[in-house]
């Protein structure tokens, strides 16, 4: 029994392994525009893989993407993007019905190439909150995308 069970096993972990991981398609000449789109289609609206399908039941988030999430890709429209010298950001809309949703997305430039941003929070409290010598445009835009943001409907 024990002997015809390795090669058993060996088979499940060769097959579980060998899937291919997910690749996002990132151009390094990449306008902020098309990163944002980029960004919300393959990362922040992602849907889970099959195996991983089961959290459309337990998360809210998770359900409510999956439940609309053709509808926010093709209501997706960069309204205007805001670009300093290593710092920008992308003014957001989608719709999901009669509800219309806003977001600022920042970005950075990391070698000459716009990013998205890990942390999606500056404030204005900083000294300096894009530490680039200019205070007062950044607070002045940090303020501007926390406008944009309120009463929008977001709710996750």
Known sequence: MKKSLFPVLLIVLIAACSSAPRTISVSSSMTPDQ??????RDVEWRLPE???????????RVAFVQAHRDEMLKTLEVVETKESANIGVAFIR???GTK????GIWMRKVDGNWRVCQSQYFSTYGDDPFKDGKPDDAKKLIERVDEWEK???EWF
């Open 50 to 60: 099959p195996e991983y399908m089961y959290m459309t039941s337990i998360y809210d």
């Open 151 to 153: 009463g929008a409907n």
């Open 100 to 103: 219309m949703y806003r977001k």
């Open 94 to 96: 989608y719709s999901v």
């Open 35 to 40: 990163l944002v789109r980029t960004y919300f």
